[in-house]
């Protein structure tokens, strides 16, 4: 196995530099805050434009063009696109007026179901095709019941608007909820989150927005951005971090950006039971974050449970059959009949 690559993981040193260098700088919106029935006002917020199936490559070429070496072995993906009882499709949808990019899996065959829903976060920032990073994973999910969405945030595989890292595109994020109720296979009653790396921002995020699901399960997750900004201040200059590269007005409203997107400022907000999953040699995102998080819901007396995986990594790739067995376990002990 190939060493992991920083743009699998939510690094914002080495990702988002060559972001601004391909894109420009990030225009920022770090007041932007979604609603329970999504961003901006207007009736066309996951409406849906498109949707596709989406063709599988092989192993070799998935290898090339995206990570899926850290995600699942070649005999777990053949697997996977293999099976004939579910479908994996690439759904176009409406955001704030900008048409992105949601990967939905679920089986062919939906009539007369009602099935619970798992809203997929995904990590890093700006990424192209990663299906066959995703679709193990979802096959496990999917295997146990459950249809799966997953939105890839403006910007990415082909999504219109620019990734503000945790602002306006978290309005892509609620704004799967129209979408999610207008697919009639979907029990609106037992919807779920799950989050990697950044997608645990997004998904802490959305808890806080008042996105109506049962549960959350989250792995890798910054909590703290500050911290985390100071964690690689030492880097090489090609890793380093620079805040200003990323939210141009940052100097002026530093504690206004770090604030919004660290739940480490608001637990009190999470009100959904929340599974806190961290490897304990994560390289990108220091143990600390969960640890920290985990400390103020036991104050506050939230429901929660904590798990570090000894010596595991930043997505848990030694132990990611028994992290997808546990998340579905915690979303299933919420289950609304």
């Known amino acids: 196995m190939r060493s992991l690559r920083l743009r699998a993981f939510f690094s914002l040193s080495l990702f988002l530099g060559s972001l601004v260098a391909a894109h420009g700088a990030v225009s920022p919106a770090p007041g932007s805050q979604a609603g329970a029935n999504g961003g901006a006002s207007g ?15 092989p192993y070799d070429q998935a290898e090339k063009n995206t990570d899926v070496e850290n995600y699942a072995s070649r005999a777990e993906y053949e697997k996977a696109v293999s099976d004939p009882r579910f479908e994996f499709q690439k759904v176009k949808y409406l955001s704030d007026g900008l048409k992105v990019i949601a990967y939905l899996y679920k089986p062919r065959t939906t009539e007369g179901l009602k099935l619970p829903t798992i809203i997929f976060n ?31 945030y403006r910007q990415s595989d082909g999504g219109e608007g620019r990734d503000e890292v945790g602002g306006a595109d978290v309005n892509d994020l609620m704004n799967v909820l129209p979408l999610a109720r207008s697919l009639q296979f979907v029990d609106d009653r037992n919807l779920f989150m799950y989050g990697e790396s950044r997608g645990g921002i997004m998904t802490l995020q959305a808890i806080r927005n008042h996105f109506p699901i049962n549960a959350a399960a989250v792995f890798g997750t910054i909590t703290d951005v500050e911290a985390y ?19 141009p007005d940052y100097e002026k409203k530093k504690e206004e950006i770090i604030r919004l997107r660290s739940a480490i400022y608001w637990p009190e907000q999470l009100d959904v039971p929340l599974f806190i999953m961290h490897g304990g040699a994560d390289p990108a995102v220091a ?28 997505i848990l790739s030694n132990n990611r059959l028994d992290r997808d067995k546990r998340a579905i376990a915690w979303f299933k002990k919420f289950m609304k009949p």
Not at 129 to 149: K, Q
Request: proline share 10%; glycine share 6%; charged share 20%.
């Open 122 to 152: 995904r990590g890093s920032v700006v990424r192209s095709d990663i299906a066959p990073e995703l679709v193990t994973c979802f096959h496990r999910l999917a295997s146990e019941g459950f249809a799966i969405l997953a939105p890839m």
């Open 43 to 57: 009736s066309s917020n996951g409406s849906i434009v498109e949707i596709k199936p989406y063709p599988f490559p």
């Open 287 to 314: 143990p600390d974050h969960s640890l920290s998080l985990a400390q103020k819901l036991q104050k506050l007396g939230k429901t929660y449970e904590l798990l570090i995986y000894a010596g595991d990594n930043h």
């Open 229 to 247: 900004i100071k964690q690689h201040s030492s880097d090489p200059p090609q890793y380093r971090i620079v805040p200003e590269r990323i939210w």
